[in-house]
């Protein structure tokens, strides 16, 4: 209507290269083509009973249908420091060091608001969980890419990728203010040893920068690998926070509970914008979500079953259909390199093939950054009955490719 009226912020943010893969799923699906979908990481289970029983009990109470806390309520700040401890070993201050959260999508993207002024630089590994990027971006800062170097078994390259990370801040001006990680990774599913954080943080300290730590995936692990925190490291307060989920191990994606904790000063930083930008999430929600913390270990285990076993059906299946690829340690993903058939299709115009040919949905890996263009990402969000599906419908499309 205003055309000369301009909108500069949402120049920044492109144009989603998944829309283009969602557009043709819709019109496939308003076809009546039955697409298997494997294209987001949007957990397909039910949130474990007694968690929604405590909803349904507390939203059933008088005194709860106001504002909330917008830091979240002393209880489930309290049951975060307990979680750390329980399985970190971390000692928390839960007024100081914790905040709740509207998911961890938004925590993030608040605290980037809070933390970065108009120009500054943060470090991104690439390929990358689309937001930790473009969140920097949105707040005016600009983003140093740095390659993410992995094996064949998903374990990233700690000397070399250190080694990497040293060249970038010696190299971006102005200086690195901050990094953003995040191991088990979205989308390479690539890991780290407890070691790394070590370096990590000595780094940090040596040159002056925070350290952002998202562990969304630390749950869902696979053949004895453990997460590890990198608020594990002696003295990591000093320069790093780390955000989680309730999203992926308790399937409450829906819900948008998570938290950040760590340094005060930067957990002080979000809590101060939160408690201008909302008034919480619904009381019942963070009860419930702190029963979830508090009593969940169990149905967390179930759920890691779960995705560990739909990962060896699906590995082994789409290797007999003839698509080389490996089992990763963590996450809910497996991230493929394009069958060498296809290579040179690209990994967008691949994903639309496999949809339109194979009618099997999965994410481009170029829509998570220039290093991710030979591969795609395979979320673990279907049955083993349609898992099984796709890999014949995968075999016929490869098949049909080399003739
Ligand atoms: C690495 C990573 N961090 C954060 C999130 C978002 O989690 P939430 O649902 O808490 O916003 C995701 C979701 O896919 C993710 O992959």
Known sequence: MFPEIEFDRMKRLPNYVFAEINDIKLKARQEGEDIIDFSMGNPDGDTPKFIVDKLIEVVQRPKVYGYSASKGIDKLRLAIADWYKRK??????????????????AGYVNLIEAITNTGDIAIVPNPT???HSYAIILAGGSVCNVELPFNEQYEVDEDGFLKSLKRAIKECTPKAKYIVINFPHNPSCATVTPDFYKELVALAK????YIISDIAYADLTYDGYRTPSILEVE?????AVETFTLSKSYNMAGWRVGFVVGNPRLVGALQKIKSWLD???FTP???????ALN????EVLKIRDKYEYRRDILVESF?????????????????AKIPKIAQKLGSLEFSKRLLTEAKVAVSPGIGFGEFGENYVRIALIENENRIRQAARNIKKFLKELEN
């Open 129 to 131: 969980y689309p937001i």
């Open 206 to 209: 040596k040159e002056r920068f």
């Open 295 to 298: 009593y969940g270990d169990d």
């Open 235 to 239: 003295g990591a307060k000093d320069v």
């Open 88 to 105: 970190y070993g971390v000692e928390l201050d839960s007024n100081l060091e914790a905040v709740a959260t509207i998911g961890s999508k």
């Open 285 to 291: 929600i963070q009860v419930a979500a702190t029963v």
């Open 319 to 335: 290797r007999n259909a003839g698509w080389e690829m490996e089992k990763p340690k963590a996450t809910m993903f497996i991230w």
């Open 279 to 281: 008034y919480g999430m």
